[in-house]
């Protein structure tokens, strides 16, 4: 990659339209994340049955994004990316057509869940291409970018015009042209990603050596503690994301087949307000990447990310019960955890940092920790919220994010360009 010509002093141009791909493809696939439960509960089925879709997408991404890293070296990240696509198209049709169509809930949970092997493959394999082709003290700049390009496309575009066509096409339809995004998001990442070149030595090994190296992203999380430890904290770092997108529709809107009068939002201000989350992640997403590089990537995590993120996630329930159907007061929590959330964006460079020579594996433990959060998040919602309401749900989040701040004290990585090693 040396000879090509380069971006910003360190990424190479072909890169930066995985980054436009990872865009297009995360917006079609995130089209439905703020609609689809309470779409499922419109159908007939419970808020329990609608959660635990979610749950086995989630369980079945997290399987997918563990294997992703060591996957993408084994074959080539290409190669794996095309993997993901496919799986992705072919399984949201038939969760379309035998699932969703025929309102046939076991096929809607068999087939929803493996689609859920698709997007981690397609996304996590591209961080591989990024990992060796870029200097290590650039890890996190890079990783803020690319979650600025999954927020562009989750947020800014699977956010806001679902709001318009929903109201245009309908729901159903909307889930139909999320197939066309992916579409155009895979193709032009297997267009433009085609000639980029990593390391061939794992691609090299036999089929014996390959289920080695894929059994490395089981042991590491055992063998190195502070593996161990920093998965805990990227798990934890997401689960407000998620919940939110699930239980918030109850809680504005209402859910009047289950006796919930909700505070008089329509679904348009909600898709509104979830837009201007992930909108604001997209800037501070590369703010945090770069200033992680500066600060200290696990000082940043605990202070922002967790300590900062305790209140984001407690003002999604006090904010608008205090001010009750007020839009813009309702964007304050947006916009609160918009800034905490992205504080978390150094781990990446935390894990590859750990185990230098196993970046592969160390980044299928990061992206199963990532995928776990989304099924821990459906969890903790189904479970809590029966018991505790939607203000539960929110408190134990927010606990999870105080665990999440003292666990970086015992987590010890050398950052590169710091002074010395950084003791969090």
């Known amino acids: 990659m040396n000879s090509q010509k380069l971006l910003f002093g360190f990424m190479p141009l072909p890169l930066i339209w995985g980054y436009i791909a990872i865009a297009i493809f995360m917006a079609g696939d995130g089209f439905e994340m703020a609609f689809l439960s309470k779409y499922i509960t419109n159908m007939g089925f419970s808020q329990e049955q609608a959660t635990f879709v979610f749950t086995v997408y ?6 997918a994004a563990w294997s992703s890293g060591v996957i993408a070296e084994v074959i080539t990240p290409q190669k794996a990316m095309l993997a ?3 799986i992705w198209v072919v399984f949201h049709v038939l969760f379309m057509t035998l699932g969703i169509g025929m309102h046939n809930y076991p096929l809607m949970v068999i087939f929803y869940g493996l689609r859920g092997f698709g997007y ?3 996304i996590y394999s591209f961080i591989i291409l990024l990992i060796h082709n870029l200097p290590q003290n650039k890890i996190s700049t890079a990783m803020g970018w690319f979650w600025a390009a999954y927020s562009v496309g989750l947020g800014t575009i699977g956010g806001l015009l679902p709001g318009y066509t929903n109201s245009k096409i309908g729901e159903h339809g909307t889930l139909w042209l999320a197939l066309i995004w992916v579409a155009v998001g895979g193709l032009l990442a297997l267009f433009a990603l085609r000639k980029v070149k990593i390391s061939e030595e794992k691609a090299n090994l036999s ?16 063998t190195n503690k502070y593996i161990f430890m920093s ?22 809107e209402g859910d009047p087949k289950h006796n919930l009068a909700g505070l008089g939002f329509k679904n348009e201000e909600w898709q509104q307000i979830w837009a201007l989350f992930l909108t604001i992640t997209i800037f501070t997403n590369v703010l945090w990447g770069i200033m992680g590089d500066h600060i200290g990537w696990l000082r940043q995590v605990r202070w922002i990310g967790c300590i900062c993120g305790v209140f984001s996630c407690l003002a999604f329930y006090y904010v608008p019960l205090y001010f009750g159907h007020n839009y813009y007061a309702a964007m304050i929590p947006a916009v609160m955890l918009g800034i905490t959330v992205a504080a978390f964006v150094p781990m990446t460079a935390v894990f590859t940092a750990l185990e230098p020579n196993h970046q592969g594996a160390a980044v299928s433990i990061y992206n199963l920790s990532a995928s776990l959060s989304q099924s821990v998040a459906a969890i903790i919602a189904g479970a809590v919220i029966g018991i505790w309401g939607i203000s539960g749900v929110l408190w134990t989040y927010a606990g999870l994010y105080v665990f999440a701040a003292i666990l970086t004290y015992f987590i010890k990585v050398d950052q590169p360009k710091m002074v010395k090693t950084v003791r969090n």
Do not use: C, D, Q, Y
Not at 231 to 251: K, Q
């Open 84 to 86: 993901g696509f496919a």
């Open 58 to 63: 989630a369980f079945v991404a997290a399987i």
């Open 231 to 252: 998965a805990l904290i990227r798990i934890i770092n997401t689960i407000p994301l998620f919940g939110v997108a699930i239980i918030m529709p109850w809680f504005l």
């Open 120 to 122: 981690p493959l397609f």
């Open 207 to 222: 089929s014996s050596e390959k289920i080695h190296e894929l059994t490395r992203a089981i042991t590491i999380l055992f």
